[in-house]
C-alpha cells in the first residue's frame, strides 16, 4: 500500500460518508491539491474539505497546511487504525474546522505534524463529528 492509496483510500472513505449523510459532494482531481473535496451546500454556498490520510497511529503531516480562519472550510482526518488491508475495520476520522486545527498543529525542526495524541486528548469532540460538514449544507 503506497501513501497515494492510503490518501485516495481516505478521499473516497469521506466522500462515501458525505453521501451517505445526503450531502452533494464531489471530489477534486490532482495530486498536489488544498481542497480535496468540496460540498455544494442548499444556501448555493460551498464547503471545501481537506482530508488527511494515514494507515497507521501515527501523525498526520502537515507542512502544506495553511491555517484558515474559514468556517466553511474543514480538515478530515482519517486513520485507519493500521488495518488497512482489512475491509471490516472501519477507519477513524475527526472531523475539524479549519478555524480550530491550530491547536493540535505542532511543528519540529523538519517538519510540521497535526498531533495525533492531541487530537485523541483535547478532540473527542471532533470523532466521527460528519454533522459539522452536513450543518453547514443547510445554514
Given at each position: 500500500m503506497t501513501?497515494?492509496?492510503t ?12 453521501h ?6 464531489a471530489?477534486?482531481l ?15 454556498t ?9 494507515a497507521?497511529?501515527?501523525d ?8 484558515l480562519?474559514?468556517t466553511q ?5 482519517v486513520?485507519?487504525?493500521g ?7 472501519p477507519?477513524s476520522?475527526?472531523?475539524i474546522p ?21 487530537v485523541k486528548?483535547k ?5 466521527h463529528?460528519w454533522?459539522l460538514?452536513?450543518?453547514q449544507?443547510?445554514?
Open positions: 501513501p497515494y492509496n490518501n485516495l483510500a481516505a478521499e473516497f472513505f469521506v466522500l462515501s460518508m458525505l451517505r449523510l445526503g450531502a452533494d459532494a471530489l477534486t490532482g495530486n498536489k491539491k488544498a481542497v480535496d473535496i468540496i460540498v455544494a451546500n442548499e444556501n448555493r460551498i464547503t471545501t474539505i481537506d482530508v488527511k490520510g494515514l497507521g497511529r501515527y498526520w503531516p502537515a507542512d502544506n497546511i495553511r491555517l480562519q474559514n472550510h474543514f480538515y478530515v482526518l486513520s485507519f487504525e488495518k488497512i488491508t482489512d475491509p471490516l475495520s477507519p476520522a475527526w472531523i479549519a478555524n480550530e486545527l491550530a491547536q493540535f498543529i505542532h511543528k519540529y525542526k523538519t517538519r510540521t505534524v497535526i498531533s495525533r495524541a492531541d486528548a478532540g473527542q469532540y471532533f470523532l463529528a454533522s460538514i452536513i450543518e449544507k443547510a445554514s
